[in-house]
């Protein structure tokens, strides 16, 4: 996949003739190839995300997440077209992984969902428009799109906050409950 035509990165390539990354050029030809691909399926990931909360281990934020470092330029895992040509430049000795940055404490960035149930079998959406919506997480960001809180984050934080205190306190209050207080 040349992942580097298509986002217009404009590294350098070791590998490819010219020594630019596809893309890098401003030429017209150059610019007629870069497609948002990466993006769109990140945003189809995110839109099943959406159907289907609980079917799913990471959040929203997690996903702006991974849109955001893709243009950041601070890690090298999505700079030039390939692995072999990251390679080549000698970028997983002189970058660092996004994954390792973006998996180091999720639960406490809040990019883990909460409320994550395993499904089995097949995951059933209805993907017609009338249920598709923006990723606001990515698509309505500003400086701060990952300090900025989406109200549904919110909620769910606090939700998951509630119910991890209530589980906690259970055990205590049945034990001062009197014998004929459930029936």
């Known amino acids: ?32 190839k870069q497609s948002p691909i990466f993006v769109q399926f990140v945003d189809a990931v995110w839109q099943l995300t959406s159907a289907r909360p609980r079917a799913f281990e990471w959040t929203p934020r997690f996903l702006a997440s991974v849109l955001h470092h893709m243009h950041s330029g601070r890690f090298g895992t999505f700079l030039l077209n390939s692995l072999a040509e990251r390679s080549a ?22 990019f883990v969902n909460p409320f994550y149930e395993p499904v089995r079998g097949r995951l059933a959406v209805d993907v017609s428009g009338s249920n598709l919506t923006v990723f606001r997480a990515y698509y309505r960001r500003g400086p701060s799109v990952l300090d900025e809180e989406d109200p549904q984050v919110l909620a769910d934080a606090a939700l998951a906050t509630l119910t991890r205190q209530l589980q906690a306190d259970a055990p205590s209050r049945a034990a001062s409950m009197p014998l004929g207080a459930y029936a």
């Not at 000698?90 to 994954?99: I, K």
């Open 89 to 110: 430049a000698g970028l997983p000795a002189r970058t660092q992984s996004v994954w390792s940055d973006l998996l180091t404490a999720p639960a406490a960035r809040g």
């Open 1 to 32: 996949h040349q992942f580097g035509l298509r986002q217009g990165s404009p590294y350098e390539s070791p590998v490819l003739p010219g020594g630019r990354a596809h893309g890098a050029s401003q030429s017209p030809a150059a610019e007629d």
